[in-house]
Every structure is written in structure tokens, then in C-alpha cells.
């Protein structure tokens, strides 16, 4: 908004000038975001509490766990919102990235939003039915592969793709290719981080570290000759990307002050799902869906822990005629846990983790 009002006005004020630039209006964002998050915080969550929403926590998990049942959950609200005001505040509300990525956000909001009011206010465990629950995530990945195609927003054909450590070589699919493969993308992004948000300020610090690196991406994606310089695909526009991705991760730092721990409020599928999904449509914008595995490595890493103990258990119970495991708990975070570590020793040796594929994947700018 400011971006389409303050810079006509330079004239009589020379420094509103400063708004037409991208760098300026991220740092704006960023602190907005962060600004908002610790003011939302408090009244947030005094609603949740007042409104009884706790949390529920399993009997099967970790026995530390269980002291935190009745902590108010559905605390993604918080980060949606200050990202949601910070970015309309300061992006460009014309550019279709980041109402691309504003819509995902919003969108996987309000599954998480239901699932979560269905198990906490509603009383029934079970949530939003899975199959209902992919059902949205896919619908939103169907529509914006078949939306991309039918509006092209980058003068690169829609189903190319980038290919990391490799500044010549893009990945090509067909169109149909391409749609599902967006929908796989949204979906698995959105559930990765579902899976990954099992302790305190787990997810919050890592999606910090995943958007932040993606914003930079996105500013270096945007600029003509610095994506020329550095062999990555020119998109122009995509850096108003990184006032939306740096005001999420403003966002989410804002939260974690209320999410350490130990926390006082978990964001609940109503964050991680809507998190998790902007994440994945920030990469499919940039053309960066592979190089998302690379900076999401932690939340890739939890997921295949998951996939591979649900499969070796079924395998071994077919085959010996009882269930075998790999871990001790999936995802992995609980293993760690099961093994002695403290919640809080494992939730920082993950962020290490997750600046260190950040770095691994600033890398592949260079190493091309």
C-alpha cells in the first residue's frame, strides 16, 4: 500500500523516494511483522485461553510432553495475521506474486484453521478428516499449477524449472506433468511442516531460517543483472517476493517469543499447515521447487523419517509377523528425545541444522 502512495508524493517530500525501493520496504516489513507478532501475542492468546482452546496431547508420545496438554493452541493465527498486514502494508499489491502467495497463505490457514477448531472447540480427535484435509491442500496445488499455465507471470515457459548446482540445465515437464507436480509440491511442503511442529519453537525457528532464505532468492531472482551474474532464472517482479517471505519470517520470530520454551501457545495446524503451504508456493513462483528441498532439509529429513518407519513397520509385520522399528519415535525430533535429549537441546541443534542447509543452498548460487 505504501508503495503505491508515498513515492507519488516524493515531490514534496524528497526521502519518500526511499519506498519505491525493495530493500527499504522488506526491512519495514520485517520489523512490522515482528512489531505485530509480539502485539498480537498477548491478546491472542488471552482469547484462546479464555475460549479453552488447549491443546491435546497424546498419551503414546514423550512423557515430558504430557505437562503441556491444555497449552492454547491454534496460535498460527498470530503469524498470519502480522504477515498478512505487514505484507498488504508494504508489497505492491499489483504484482501477482505476492497475491499468489498471500492467497496460499490465507488458504492453508483456514484448513488448519478447521482442523484444529474441529479437535480443540468441537471435541472431536480426529480433526478434519485427512482425506478432506488433502483434498484442500491438492485443490489449491491443481489450481494454481492450472492457473500458472492459463497466466503466465515470468517470460520463462511456466513448466520449467530450476535445477540446483546448475546455471544452464532446467528441469521441463509437460503441462500435466506439471500441475500434479505443483499440487505434490503444496501438499508436501504444507505436511512437512505439520509433521515437523512437535516442540516448542521447533517449526517457528526453522520456518524463519526456510523463508528468510527464499526471500533472498527471490530479491536475487528479481534483479536483472544480479540472476545474470549468478546464472539463476531472471523473474521480473519476483522481488516483491521478499517483502512477503522476510515478513513471514519476521512473523514467525515474533511468535517464537511466545512459543519457547516452554510454550505459552503452539500455532497448531492453523500455522503449520498455512506455513508450510506458503513456503511451497513461494518455491513453485521462483521456479526453486527443488532447491526447496534443500532449504527446507530439516522438515524433508522428518518427513522421510516418518515415511520410512510407517514402511519398514508394515514391511517387517508382513514379513515376521510383528511390526519392527527404526526409530524409537517418528518424526525424528521425537527419537532424539527418546534417546535423552532435552526438548530445548534438540529444537537448537535442529535450527543449526536448518542454517546449515540454508548455507548448503546459498551455495548453489556460486557452484554452477
Not at 515430558?64 to 503469524?79: R, Y
Amino acid at each position: 500500500m505504501l508503495a503505491h502512495l508515498l513515492p507519488g508524493l516524493s515531490e514534496l517530500f524528497g526521502p519518500f523516494n526511499v519506498f519505491v525501493y525493495i530493500s527499504f520496504r522488506t526491512a519495514g516489513a520485517v520489523v512490522t511483522s515482528l512489531v505485530l507478532a509480539f502485539l498480537l501475542g498477548p491478546v491472542v492468546i488471552r482469547h484462546l485461553k479464555l475460549m479453552n482452546v488447549g491443546q491435546v496431547v497424546r498419551e503414546i508420545g514423550p512423557e515430558t510432553h504430557l505437562a503441556k496438554s491444555g497449552t492454547p493452541t491454534m496460535g498460527g493465527v498470530i503469524i498470519i495475521l502480522a504477515t498478512t498486514i505487514s505484507t498488504l502494508l508494504w508489497a505492491r499489491l499489483d504484482n501477482a506474486y505476492t497475491i499468489l502467495a498471500l492467497v496460499s497463505l490465507l488458504w492453508m490457514g483456514a484448513i488448519g484453521f478447521l482442523d484444529d477448531y474441529l479437535k480443540v472447540v468441537q471435541g472431536q480427535t480426529r480433526g478434519l478428516i485427512a482425506q478432506y484435509k488433502m483434498i484442500g491442500q491438492w485443490s489449491f496445488g491443481l489450481a494454481l499449477g492450472t492457473y500458472l499455465i492459463w497466466n503466465p507471470i515470468s517470460g520463462h515457459p511456466t513448466t520449467w524449472t530450476a535445477v540446483p548446482f546448475f546455471a544452464d540445465v532446467a528441469a521441463v515437464f509437460s503441462v500435466p506433468v506439471f500441475i500434479v507436480f505443483t499440487g505434490v509440491v503444496v501438499s508436501g511442503s504444507s505436511n512437512a511442516v505439520n509433521l515437523t511442529d512437535g516442540l516448542d519453537g521447533l517449526a517457528a525457528g526453522l520456518i524463519a531460517i526456510a523463508s528468510a532464505t527464499i526471500g533472498i532468492f527471490a530479491y536475487v531472482a528479481g534483479r536483472v543483472d544480479t540472476s545474470q551474474y549468478l546464472g539463476f532464472f531472471y523473474l521480473p517482479g519476483a522481488g516483491e517476493l521478499t517483502i512477503f517471505a522476510l515478513a513471514l519470517s519476521g512473523a514467525a520470530l515474533g511468535f517464537l517469543w511466545f512459543n519457547a520454551p516452554p510454550a505459552e501457545v503452539f500455532m497448531g495446524d492453523t500455522g503449520s499447515l498455512a506455513l508450510g503451504g506458503a513456503l511451497g508456493v513461494m518455491a513453485i513462483l521462483l521456479k526453486a521447487e527443488f532447491l526447496l528441498v534443500i532449504v527446507g532439509g530439516v522438515f524433508v529429513l522428518e518427513t522421510l523419517s516418518v515415511i520410512v518407519q510407517r514402511g519398514w513397520f508394515k514391511y517387517t509385520k508382513w514379513r515376521f509377523g510383528s511390526g519392527r522399528r527404526v526409530f524409537r519415535m517418528a518424526p525424528v525430533h521425537h527419537h532424539f528425545e527418546k534417546l535423552g535429549w532435552s526438548e530445548t537441546t534438540v529444537v537448537i541443534r535442529f535450527w543449526i541444522v536448518g542454517v546449515l542447509f540454508a548455507m548448503l543452498a546459498f551455495s548453489t548460487l556460486k557452484i554452477r
